[in-house]
């Protein structure tokens, strides 16, 4: 058996198609305007796919971006890790459409269905291939196509979401990098809060027919209200905790990234961790929430604005349907 090593990210990749849609063209669609949007968000715009363009599509997309950064070939790639909620269809898996489009042909792969949480999930699950050792090269990817599942007259769900895909490539660390990589982790599901978030169309429990069209049942359906209680309390909850099983103060932390669902989510956090405003990376004005691709694409802006440098402590947080939740400490290797 290999000797076990901290997994490390080493490359990035990131997309989100061209269409911007902003506040004021929602107006146009359903009964909101702009500054009740940004109030109580701090959403002002997201981008939009195309109808009939698939998550797959998206995330072959990042994925190229990835790997021409990192200098490698789709061929390199061991394992393939999908995040979504939106797989291109129920099977096969979005996974195995993706290592199809990119011809990683060495590469084996699933998905992970956990919402928001999702691609916390599915960075913490592919390190473990690496640190057993089993792996040298292993993909995560969080790519959702929300609006293939928005009900265009409901004005609560369609104002939130975007659509978009990031990817991250897992390498083992080097000698002398025992301090970098992926540290600890805590994730948590809370199946009580399936009734507040879900999509109820589609599934083995009520499959598609005409009247599940009718009745609207294969869009988002969410009690706002609930969710975000949720959220804001076990965000807080899982972030300071990890601090506390690190011996670490929010001083220590040099980034913090939490899902981007809601501007008052993050700030109420970073505020309860002790985290200066500086250290919290926001970006959910320009993208709104991207489900599985909210994560990937804010570690793109924090590099790019420089909030994100070798050798921080980066500290990731989030929530989402299920209940799911997630929180994740990492000293950034690049």
């Not at 080493?10 to 198609?17: D, I, K, N, Q, S």
């Not at 129920?90 to 699933?110: D, E, Y």
Request: hydrophobic residues 40%.
């Amino acid at each position: 058996m290999a000797n076990k090593r901290r997994a490390k990210i080493t490359a990035l990749g990131r997309y989100v198609p061209p269409r911007v849609v902003t506040n004021h063209d929602l107006e146009k669609m359903v009964e909101t305007n702009h500054n009740w949007i940004v109030e109580r968000t701090g959403i002002h715009e997201r981008h939009w796919v195309e109808k009939g363009t698939p998550s797959s599509e998206l995330a072959v997309k990042a994925i190229d971006d990835l790997l021409k950064r990192r200098g490698i070939e789709a061929d390199e790639i061991e394992l393939i890790v999908v995040a979504t909620v939106t797989p291109d269809m129920f099977f096969p898996s979005t996974a195995c459409v993706i290592q199809n489009k990119i011809r990683a042909t060495r590469a084996w792969g699933f998905d992970i269905s956990a919402a928001c949480s999702s691609f916390l999930y599915a960075l913490t699950t592919g390190a473990q291939f690496i640190e057993s050792g089993q792996h040298k090269k292993v993909l995560v990817v969080g790519s959702d196509v929300m609006t293939s599942i928005l009900n265009p007259e409901d004005r609560t769900t369609l104002i939130l979401f975007g659509d978009g895909a990031g990817a991250v490539l897992l390498e083992p660390c080097e000698e002398g990098e025992e301090d970098y990589g992926i540290l600890d982790y805590h994730h948590e599901i809370d199946g009580s809060g399936g009734e507040h978030l879900f999509m109820p169309g589609g599934g083995s429990l009520n499959p598609p027919s005409h009247e599940t069209v009718d009745k609207k049942m294969h869009y988002v359906h969410q009690n706002g209200q609930a969710v975000f209680k949720f959220a804001v309390r076990k965000m807080e909850e899982l972030s300071t905790n990890m601090l506390a099983k690190n011996n670490l103060t929010g001083d220590d932390i040099g980034c913090f990234i939490a899902h981007q669902a809601n501007l008052r989510i993050i700030d109420a956090t970073a505020k309860k961790a002790g985290l200066a405003p500086e250290k919290v990376i926001k970006n959910i004005h320009k993208y709104g929430n991207t489900t599985a691709a909210t994560i990937p694409l804010a570690i793109g802006d924090a590099i790019e604005d420089g909030k994100l440098k070798k050798g921080d402590l980066v500290l990731f947080a989030a929530v989402g349907a299920g209940f799911t939740s997630g929180c994740v400490l990492a000293r950034w290797a690049y």
